[in-house]
């Protein structure tokens, strides 16, 4: 049982260039999040999902955008990558009214 | 503005004593606490959680108690341990808010000195 797996670990990413982060998880699990993580600050909700098809903005969704074509993957476009992106970011899933389980983190920096 | 506060960033304590981690929060409709457990390089994980109905959860060496007129939680580890030494965050959920999404504080780091 794998948990939530997210890809890539580390990225280096440069002004302007773009990249998905990849989420997915294999306990069937309806609800899906992704968050950011800056230095000495909690977590930041980006954007979540109920369910396949169903997104919303969290707490910081601008510059990203998320999509849930299958109850499995839930991954997180950069557009237009900014240096106020670099961060680390989690995805984490659950079923309504349990605890969270996080995926391990991407690190990116963009320069 | 935070809803949820963790006020200390770092606490320090010895092996085999009391590790206390406070948590305050602002929003009345918060129904679920949960306290995550965080090493570098990982991922959040859960460590314990408590009902807005309970006033105390005990989870082997893992306590959390809610005041819930204060608006205060806190998490007590008796003894501490070397391993736990972590980032400990604190979440709060709004039932009445957008389904599962839960409100972080900023952690407190915990080291645990041998």
């Known amino acids: 049982n794998a948990g939530v797996t997210q890809t890539p670990k580390f990225r280096i990413l440069k002004i302007g260039q773009s990249m998905t982060l990849q989420c997915t998880q294999d306990?069937?699990?309806?609800?899906m999040y992704w968050y950011r993580q800056d230095p000495g600050m909690g977590l930041k909700l980006i954007y979540y999902?109920?369910?396949?098809?169903?997104?919303d903005k969290g707490e910081v969704p601008n510059g990203y955008n998320v999509s849930r074509s299958t109850t499995e993957d839930f991954p997180l476009r950069l557009e237009l990558a900014a240096p106020s992106q670099t961060s680390v970011y989690f995805c984490a899933s659950n079923r309504q009214a349990e605890g969270y389980t996080f995926g391990s983190g991407t690190r990116l920096t963009v320069v | 503005d935070q809803q949820v506060k963790q006020n200390s960033p770092s606490l320090s304590v010895q092996e085999g004593r009391i590790s206390i981690l406070n948590c305050d929060y602002t929003n009345s409709m918060f129904d679920y606490f949960l306290w995550y457990k965080k090493y570098p390089a990982e991922g959040p994980t859960f460590l314990i959680s408590?009902?807005?109905?309970?006033d105390k959860n005990e989870d082997g060496r893992f306590t959390v108690f809610l005041n819930k007129s204060a608006k205060h939680l806190s998490l007590h580890i008796v003894p501490s341990q070397p391993g736990d030494s972590a980032v400990y965050f604190c979440a709060a959920r709004n039932y009445g808010g957008s389904q599962g999404n839960l409100i972080f504080g900023k952690g407190t780091k915990l080291s645990v000195k041998p």
């Open positions: 999902s109920v369910g396949a098809g169903i997104t």
């Open positions: 306990m069937n699990h309806n609800y």
């Open positions: 408590i009902s807005s109905i309970k």
